[in-house]
Each structure stands twice: as C-alpha cells, then as structure tokens.
C-alpha cells in the first residue's frame, strides 16, 4: 500500500531550527509537496521537490532523497507564528496525491 | 472574490437530511478538488474535476456527488447525512491537470451531523 510517515507533533524553542522528517512509500513517484496549515485555517503551500538535494526558500528549505524515500522541511530562525501543523504529500504514479496525517509543530518562548 | 471561497463556514446537520457545500474559484484553474480532513488521518480525496463538465471519484466518494456546470463551481453534495460524515470539508483548486502545482484551498467548511 502507500503510506506517508511523519512525525505526529515536535517542540522547538523560538529562534532556533527544527527539521521536521518525512518518509513515504508510493506506487512510483512523482514529486513531493510541504504545506503549513495553522490551526483552523486552510494548508498554504510551501515547496515542491522533485528532484533530489535541497530547495532554499527563505528561513524554510526542503530536501528530497529519492533512493530512500526521504524528505525533510528545515525551518530555520523559528518564530511563533511558525506554530502549525506541516502537512507532507507525496505524487505517485499515477499523480494521484497522497497526504500525511501531519506533524504539528510547537513553538516556545 | 479573491481565490478560493467555500459556503458555509460550519453547520450542524441531522443525519439523513441533505446538505450541500460550495465552492467557487476565480482564478480560472481547470482542476478542482474536494477533500475531508479528520483529526489523525491526512487529506482524504473525495471527488475531483479535471475541467468543466467531467468530474472522477477520490479516495472515499461513497455517500457524496459533485458536479462541475461550469469553471468556477464545484458544489459537494451530501445526499442524506451520516455521522461519520462529519468532518471538515476543504476545496482546492490548481492550475495543473497532473497535480504537479500548487493547489489552494478554501477556508474549509467544517459539518457535524447529528
């Protein structure tokens, strides 16, 4: 079957940086997408990887390793709106979506 | 309307009554999508449309139709309300046909159904 694992929740102190893990295992791949959602509000979109290494976007970067079907968001110079839950998404072959159950994250002072 | 609207916000149903969620998007995007989200499981996709006038079924259709007349509207409908159907329900648009682009969601419409 496919499946998406991340963590189900994370702690991480104001100013520092977090790396929040996804692994995935899906019927072919074709990409592979992060997206924030704050509670009660819509998931926004982060990245989308699909080739292999990492994407810098600002304080987020995101890193894809195919051969291990492996993913992780960096979250760097964390600040308190950055509490919310991270969504990890994986394309498979047929470019049919498949979602993680989330990872939220908990920012403190 | 900018984006992706969803009406209503909330409602509270009673099991067996119909009801039906909408969904408007202004950004001309060909492909739309309903999804449900509950707590502990991912998104869940319900049904979808790759362009007006055809519509596919997701993941979990059993117990929901859509319909798609035209570009901008994608309504869900509930044709006699579950418990289990209660959730929170998000529609999302995109610009790609092989969901390589980003999708944007509504604000989400979250139902209970008694």
Known sequence: GQNIDQPTEMTATEGAIVQINCTYQTSGFNGLFWYQQHAGEAPTFLSYNVLDGLEEKGRFSSFLSRSKGYSYLLLKELQMKDSASYLCAALDSNYQLIWGAGTKLIIKP | ?114
């Open chain 2, 1 to 114: 309307i900018a984006g992706i609207t969803q009406a209503p916000t909330s409602q509270i149903l009673a099991a067996g009554r119909r009801m039906t969620l909408r969904c408007t998007q202004d950004m001309r995007h060909n492909a739309m999508y309903w999804y449900r989200q509950d707590l502990g499981l991912g998104l869940r996709l319900i049904h979808y449309s790759n362009t007006a006038g055809t519509t596919g079924k997701g993941e979990v259709p059993d117990g929901y139709s859509v319909s798609r007349a035209n570009t901008d509207d994608f309504p869900l409908t509930l044709a006699s309300a579950v418990p289990s159907q209660t959730s929170v329900y998000f529609c999302a648009s995109s610009d790609s046909l092989t969901n390589t682009g980003e999708l944007f969601f509504g604000e989400g419409s979250r139902l209970t159904v008694l």
